[in-house]
C-alpha cells in the first residue's frame, strides 16, 4: 500500500434515498469501484449510508434493519476482488441495542465494527431517540451478513499489510470535548476517518473546518470526513455533502456543497511527514503520561472512560486488527502538488508573514541593543541581498527604538571583485536611509596580507578570497570596539545550510539578525518593504535593483564589461534547490530518495512562462530543474551540509524566523564530524 510514505485516501459523498437499502449501496459499490480504479486505498462514506441518515422512526422497523445486512451481503461479495479497504455506515442491532455503526471492509471480509459514542440529542438532532451509545454497549460476538463480528466499545485501530494505521471515528464524536480520535491518535492511529451527516446551517461549515483542521493538527494526523448529500430527507435539514481531507492541519482536498451529483475527492497522505512530526513533538508522550495520572487521580473521572483508560495501562484493551494485503501492484506516482518553494508563504498570506519576520528580527535586535546599553550598530553594506536586509532591520530598530539613524554606521569595503552596480546600490541606498556611511577600500591592506604571508595575488584561490572577507570582518569588529557598537551579521540560514561563508570571516558576528531566513524568503521580504514601507521610491527602486542582481560574494575582479563573474548559484547551486532541500532535512528528517522524489514534482513545470519579463523576475526564481540537475546538487547539498557543520557549531546569536533554524542551541545539534557516507551512498542511488 504505502508508496514512498504516500497513502492514497479519499472520502465518498454518493447520492442517497431514505431508506432505499437497494439504491443507496449500488451508489456505493459504483463509488468503490471508481476509487480503485482511482488507486484509492482506503475510501470513507457518510454516517448511515446504507439506509440514509434521516430515517427517523425507520429505524426501528425489522424490515429496514434486514435490508441493510442484505445490502452488506452484496457490497462484500462485490467487493471480494478489490484490494481497497472501505468504511462504510449503516444501523447493526447487538443484543437489545441499536448502533450507528461503520463497517471496515476489504476483500469480501468484515474486519470491523465501530459503534458512535456520542449521540447528540439537542437542537436538531435527537439520535437517542433510535439508538444506544457504544458506553452502553459490553464487548460481544454477533453474526452478521453471514460473518461472526466482535462488537466492543474499546479502542480500534486498523493496521494495513505495511504498517499504516488508522482509526474511526462518527460525526458528532469529533465535536466532543475528548473525541475518540485523541484517544486512537496517541494508540498510534496515523490516519482518522469520520462518518458524518451533519446538516448545513450559516456559519456552522467554517466552524466545521477550522475544527478538523485544529483536531488533524492537535492529533498530527490525516484526517477523512466524508458527510451526508443529496437525497438525504429535507423535511427539517438540508445535508450539503461535505468532503474534506486534511493533513495534519492542512487542507488537501475540498468537496464541492449543494451539488445534486455524487462525488469522491482524493489526496495522498504522507505518513512518513506524519510519524515524523510526532517524532519531534514529545508532548506525545507526555500527553499519555498526563491522560495516564488525570484519570488514576480521579478514579476514571468523566473525561475518560475506563475503557479509554485502559489504554494507558493495558495496551491490550487496543483492538489492533490487521488488514488484508492487496493481491494486485500498482505503479505509484505522486499526484499531490508539492510547493517548490516551502519557506515562502502562500500568496494571500505573504504580506502578513513578511510583516511577522521584520517584526521578529526587529524585536530581537532591539532587545540585544537595549539590553547591552548599545547606541551604535555597525554592518557591511555590499549593494548585496542579504546586508540589505539586515540594514533594513536596524533602520527599523532604531525607529523603533526612538534612535537616530546616524547610529547605525553602515561600512561599504570594495574589494578586487566589487562592481559598480553593487557599490553605488550600497551607497546610494545608505545616503537615502539617512544612515552614517563610511567607505574603507580593503585592497591595500589585502595586498599587504598577501605580502605579510607570502601568498601570490595571482593565484585567486580559497586564501585569496577568505582574506577580504576576514578583513573585512577584522574592520566592522574594531570600528564597534572603537564606536562602541554591536556588529550585525548579514548571512542568511541558507548560506550557513551549505557553509558558504569565511569561517571568522562574514561568518562571524555580534548578533545575527538573518540567521534564521532562507535565501528564497529574504528576496520577499526585501521586497514588501520595497513596495509597502519604503520612504520614497528612490528607496523602492534600489531595493529591486538589489534583488535583480546575481547573488556573488564578489571576491574574484569582475569581467571585461565590469559585471560580476563570480555567481554564486553556478558555483554551488541555486538556492531555490538548497532551500527546498533543507526543508525538508531540517523539518521532516527525510532522506535523498524521498526528496528527490518530491523534488521532482515541485519543479516539473516552470513557475512562470518562459521569455515572460516578470515585475520582478527574482522573485519568480527558476522554477524548472531536469532530473540530473536535481541529483546533481541534492548530491552537493549533503555533501556541503555534513561537511560544513562546524561554521553551524559556532555560529552568534540570532532569531529563529521560521519552523526551523540551526542555530547550535536550538533546532539543529549536529556533531561537526559526522559520516555523510549513508547520504550521499543514497544519492549515487537515484
Given at each position: ?6 497513502v492514497?485516501?479519499?472520502c465518498?459523498?454518493p ?6 437499502c ?7 459499490k459504483a ?16 454516517e448511515?449510508?446504507i439506509?440514509s441518515?434521516?430515517c427517523?422512526?425507520l ?11 442484505v445490502?452488506?451481503?452484496h457490497l462484500l461479495d462485490?467487493?471480494r ?5 472501505s468504511i462504510?455506515?449503516l ?11 461503520a ?9 470491523g465494527v ?10 436538531e438532532?435527537?439520535e ?13 460476538t ?16 486498523y ?10 471515528e ?6 466532543a ?5 485523541n ?14 451527516a ?19 493538527s492537535?492529533?498530527i494526523t ?6 451526508s448529500?443529496?437525497g ?12 474534506l ?15 445534486m ?5 482524493c489526496?495522498?497522505?504522507d ?9 519531534i ?11 495516564n495520572?488525570?484519570?488514576s487521580?480521579?478514579g476514571f473521572?468523566?473525561?475518560l472512560s475506563?475503557?479509554q ?7 491490550s484493551a ?20 508539492i510547493n517548490?518553494?516551502?519557506f ?12 511577522e ?22 554592518l557591511?553594506?555590499s549593494?548585496?541581498l ?5 540594514l ?20 561599504t569595503?570594495?574589494?578586487?571583485g566589487?562592481t ?13 536611509l539617512?544612515?552614517?556611511v563610511?567607505e ?6 589585502v595586498m ?13 584561490d580559497?586564501?585569496y578570497e ?21 556588529v ?7 548560506e550557513?545550510?551549505l ?12 548578533y545575527?539578525?538573518?540567521a534564521?531566513v532562507p ?6 521580504l ?7 514601507l519604503?520612504?520614497n ?6 531595493l529591486l ?14 569581467n ?5 563573474e ?5 558555483l554551488v ?7 527546498f ?10 532522506r ?23 515585475p520582478n523576475?527574482?522573485?519568480?526564481m527558476?522554477?524548472q530543474?531536469?532530473?540530473e ?19 553551524r ?7 529563529k ?5 540551526l542555530?547550535?542551541?536550538?533546532d539543529w ?9 549513508l547520504w ?5 542511488t537515484?
Amino acid at each position: 500500500m504505502m508508496n514512498s510514505g504516500f497513502v492514497k485516501v479519499a472520502c465518498a459523498v454518493p447520492l442517497v434515498k431514505v431508506a432505499d437499502c437497494i439504491y443507496n449501496v449500488e451508489q456505493t459499490k459504483a463509488q468503490i469501484q471508481q476509487a480503485e480504479e482511482q488507486g484509492v486505498e482506503i475510501i470513507v462514506f457518510p454516517e448511515l449510508g446504507i439506509t440514509s441518515y434521516t430515517c427517523q422512526d425507520l429505524f426501528q422497523q425489522k424490515l429496514l434493519l434486514e435490508a441493510s445486512e442484505v445490502s452488506i451481503l452484496h457490497l462484500l461479495d462485490f467487493t471480494r476482488q478489490l484490494d481497497v479497504i472501505s468504511i462504510v455506515g449503516l444501523p447493526i442491532v447487538v443484543g437489545d441495542l441499536l448502533l450507528n455503526c461503520a463497517m471496515v471492509i476489504q476483500r469480501g471480509q468484515i474486519l470491523g465494527v465501530i459503534p458512535k459514542t456520542y449521540l447528540p440529542d439537542y437542537s436538531e438532532f435527537y439520535e437517542k431517540r433510535w439508538f444506544a451509545s457504544s458506553q452502553d454497549l459490553k464487548e460481544t460476538t454477533i453474526r452478521y451478513a453471514g460473518q461472526n463480528i466482535v462488537v466492543t466499545p474499546d479502542p480500534q485501530i486498523y493496521t494495513t499489510d505495511d504498517g499504516v494505521q488508522f482509526g474511526v471515528e462518527i460525526c458528532e464524536d469529533v465535536w466532543a470535548p475528548v473525541p475518540p480520535s485523541n484517544t486512537l491518535a496517541l494508540a498510534g492511529a496515523d490516519l482518522i476517518f469520520n462518518l458524518s451527516a451533519s446538516d448545513a446551517v450559516i456559519g456552522k461549515y467554517d466552524y466545521l473546518k477550522s475544527l478538523l483542521s485544529q483536531q488533524s493538527s492537535r492529533t498530527i494526523t490525516g484526517y477523512i470526513y466524508a458527510a451526508s448529500g443529496y437525497g438525504e430527507s429535507t423535511q427539517d435539514l438540508v445535508y450539503a455533502g461535505n468532503g474534506l481531507i486534511y493533513e495534519n492541519g492542512v487542507l488537501l482536498a475540498e468537496g464541492k456543497r449543494f451539488t445534486m451529483e455524487s462525488q469522491i475527492h482524493c489526496a495522498q497522505i504522507d505518513i512518513e511527514m506524519l510519524r515524523a512530526e510526532r517524532r519531534i513533538n514529545s508532548t506525545y508522550v507526555n500527553a499519555q503520561r498526563q491522560v495516564n495520572t488525570f484519570a488514576s487521580q480521579r478514579g476514571f473521572s468523566s473525561s475518560l472512560s475506563p475503557n479509554q483508560f485502559a489504554i494507558f495501562n493495558n495496551t491490550s484493551a487496543i483492538h489492533y486488527i490487521p488488514c488484508i494485503a492487496p493481491e494486485n501492484e500498482t505503479t505509484f506516482t505522486l499526484e499531490r502538488e508539492i510547493n517548490p518553494h516551502p519557506f515562502v508563504p502562500a500568496p494571500n498570506l505573504l504580506p502578513d508573514s513578511c510583516v511577522e519576520v521584520l517584526n521578529i528580527q526587529t524585536m530581537a535586535l532591539a532587545t540585544r541593543l537595549s539590553h547591552i546599553q548599545a547606541k551604535t550598530a555597525v554592518l557591511g553594506v555590499s549593494g548585496g541581498l542579504d546586508s540589505t536586509l539586515a540594514l533594513l532591520v536596524c533602520v527599523m530598530t532604531f525607529d523603533k527604538l526612538g534612535l537616530d539613524r546616524k547610529g547605525i554606521i553602515g561600512v561599504t569595503m570594495p574589494g578586487f571583485g566589487t562592481t559598480g552596480r553593487t557599490y553605488h546600490n550600497a551607497m546610494d541606498l545608505m545616503h537615502k536611509l539617512g544612515i552614517t556611511v563610511k567607505e574603507i577600500n580593503i585592497e591595500k591592506s589585502v595586498m599587504q596580507h598577501f605580502e605579510d604571508i607570502g601568498h601570490d595575488p595571482q593565484v585567486q584561490d580559497v586564501t585569496y578570497e577568505n582574506s577580504q572577507a576576514r578583513e573585512r570582518t577584522q574592520i566592522l569588529m574594531d570600528l564597534s570596539n572603537q564606536l562602541n557598537g554591536l556588529v550585525v551579521g548579514t548571512g542568511d540560514m541558507s548560506e550557513l545550510a551549505l557553509g558558504w561563508a569565511t569561517y571568522n570571516g562574514d561568518h562571524m558576528s555580534m548578533y545575527a539578525v538573518n540567521a534564521g531566513v532562507p535565501k528564497t524568503l529574504l528576496r520577499h521580504l526585501v521586497n514588501y518593504y520595497a513596495q509597502h514601507l519604503a520612504e520614497n521610491q528612490d528607496i523602492a527602486k534600489i531595493l529591486l535593483d538589489v534583488i535583480n542582481t546575481p547573488i556573488s560574494p564578489e571576491l574574484t575582479p569582475a569581467n571585461e564589461q565590469g559585471k560580476i563573474e563570480q555567481k554564486t548559484e553556478d558555483l554551488v547551486g541555486p538556492y531555490e534547490l538548497h532551500d527546498f532541500f533543507l526543508y525538508y532535512v531540517l523539518r521532516f528528517g527525510f532522506r535523498p530518495s524521498k526528496i528527490f522524489l518530491l523534488a521532482k514534482k515541485a519543479f516539473a513545470e516552470s513557475m512562470a512562462q518562459e521569455g515572460q519579463p516578470q515585475p520582478n523576475d527574482a522573485l519568480q526564481m527558476k522554477g524548472q530543474y531536469d532530473e540530473e540537475t536535481i541529483k546533481k546538487w541534492l548530491k552537493v547539498f549533503f555533501k556541503r551540509f555534513f561537511s560544513q557543520q562546524f561554521k553551524r557549531s559556532c555560529l552568534p546569536d540570532g532569531p529563529k524566523v521560521t519552523s526551523v533554524s540551526l542555530s547550535p542551541r536550538g533546532d539543529w545539534r549536529m556533531p561537526s564530524d559526522a559520516i555523510s557516507r549513508l547520504w550521499l551512498e543514497e544519492c549515487d542511488t537515484l
